[in-house]
């Protein structure tokens, strides 16, 4: 159905991390975003988030199209969606989170969750997740509370270091946890095949993003053992099709915060599982309102009964300092109660 939209609200958010996040990018201390509400005509409101992170989306461009400019030239309320559509641009965040707004307002309108608006049968009840970890500690904490994937960040220090980490927390899990690795794009060329083949050592069940460049990724799934994930390659069904034609893929991570609708990323992972890819959904350590996003979109992939992956679905932000509730991690998975539309709105 069409909705008859009234106004459209745009308010920044800072959220301080609980520790400081550390990756081949940098060091943050803090998750800054825009939460957009879509009021529509009937006086109702659906939720975005529009969250820009280094090395994803519309982040590095510059000038009137970086995304912070552009959100920050759109804070206030903007009169229609014509007005926001002109402050924000091309600014692909900004238009996620404008869609994942409007399809909340239509799944609710149709007495659905948005998990199920663009499916042909119910999304999965319950979503697995796994648990970002650095150090053997906390690999075994999460263990212990029913995580059965972990994701450890390497590539922001030498391989050495990172093996020395690695091996210390393989052995602190065992054999039997899968191991996710998350290089952030960190090396190139013959460094980038030196290090996944020696990260294959441990075991990983993939490598996200080891490189940025597509044909070298598509090189290490023909020279390594490991398994090749994709993540900031992916902002777009073109960029998909991209990597599928190229062969540079055995897992794509998509992040619904960095494709300009929802339903577009849901087509995208679509696409790689029936090219026989996994598909990983994940969220941008953006507010509830973006991780529920993520979380509808995961649940989505479940329709029929298909089996889901892992998704990453956490952010290391308080829940008491987040906009907005999100549901608890039982036993590794979460089983929100599905409610119409997308389920939450900001406090
Ligand atoms: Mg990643």
Redesign the pocket.
Known sequence: MSIAIRRVHVRRYHLPFRAPVETSAGRFAARVGWLVGVESADGRFGWGDAAPWPGFGSAGTVGPCDPAVALAAAEGVCDDADAYHALVGDCVEAQSAFSQAVLSLAAEADGLPLRDLAAEAPGAERVPVHALVNSPEAARSAVSRGYSTLKVKVGATSVDADLLRLDAIRRAVGPDVALRL?A?GAYSGGAALEAVRRFAEIGPAFI??PSRDLATCARLRVETTVRIAL??ALSSGRDVHAALLCEAMDVA?IKPAFFASWTEACAAALQCRRAGVEVVV?CALESAIGRWGALHLAAALGAGGAPVSAAGLSAPIEPHDDVAPFPEVDGGHLSPAWVPGLGVSPC
Do not use: F, L, Y
Request: cysteine-free; hydrophobic content about 10%.
């Open positions: 998350d952030n996200e993003q993540d900031e991570v994940t």
